[in-house]
């Protein structure tokens, strides 16, 4: 699996260089583009959502863009137990990493967030993927990234989530909070298929990636600023051995 790391690695590293060099975007650039603060879910959609959550543990799945950057912030995010890279909304055969390329699939990459409700709420992990973790009103793209693989989307997984979502966009809509509307497309979750191993915890091991340092990097210091009672310092990885990444 090592050369389709190396072509990743260096065809996104080399593509965040050129913007950089070209002035078109720069970690403060993306920083001020991605981060806006915004209010919380209604305290009664809030309640309702927060009801039907398990004693202990509870799923969530986003997708907000290249699954990188999202990982990495809920990576960072206090009460969440796990937070894995992977495919949502097409079939098993074709959750392959060179096959969603195509944009063809109906995969989006996403992320699969356990947490623990009693830690943090599923409106309060909205409220970070909609303000921190990408921008919701790009359709099939974001920042250099294009395709429908790279959509906003929430997949729910019960009755509870979807009305909390939808809740939560219709409330943010009407309170104008971004400039265009939100289009994030708001889906049962059919299943997830984590993704190749080598995309796992990437933000994390690859801090001197150019494609993180200017895309991803960013997202992770802005939970920090904007909710330091959600930010947790060190993240939970997927492979952990001996607190070090295999």
Excluded at 82 to 104: C, F, N, P, R, W
Aim: with cysteine; glycine share 6%.
């Amino acid at each position: 699996m090592s050369p389709p790391l190396f072509n990743i690695r260096t065809r996104r590293s080399a593509l965040a260089a050129l913007l950089v060099m070209a002035g078109l975007h720069s970690a403060c650039s993306v920083a001020a583009e991605v981060a806006v603060k915004i209010p919380p879910l209604a305290a009664e959609a809030a309640a309702d959502v927060a009801a039907s959550a398990g004693p202990s543990q509870a799923v969530a799945v986003f997708a907000g863009g290249c699954f990188w950057g999202v990982q990495g912030v809920f990576q960072h995010t206090k009460g969440v137990v796990q937070a894995v890279s992977g495919y949502a909304g097409g079939a098993k055969a074709t959750a392959v990493y060179e096959l969603i390329g195509s944009g063809l699939t109906g995969h989006a990459e996403a992320v699969q967030i356990t947490f623990d409700p009693r830690q943090v709420s599923y409106a309060q992990l909205l409220q970070i993927y909609f303000s921190v973790v990408h921008d919701p009103t790009q359709l099939n793209r974001q920042g250099p990234d294009r395709g429908s693989q790279y959509r906003s989307a929430v997949f729910y997984t019960d009755s509870a989530q979807k009305a909390a979502t939808e809740r939560y966009i219709a409330q943010l809509d009407a309170a104008k909070v971004f400039a265009a509307k939100i289009v994030t497309q708001v889906a049962p979750l059919p299943a997830f298929y984590p993704a190749e191993a080598f995309h796992q915890d990437y933000a994390t091991l690859h801090p001197e990636s150019g494609y993180i340092a200017t895309f991803d990097l960013p997202k992770i210091a802005n939970l920090k600023s904007l909710y330091p009672q959600w930010y947790r310092d060190q993240p939970v990885l997927v492979v952990p051995r001996d607190g070090k990444h295999v």
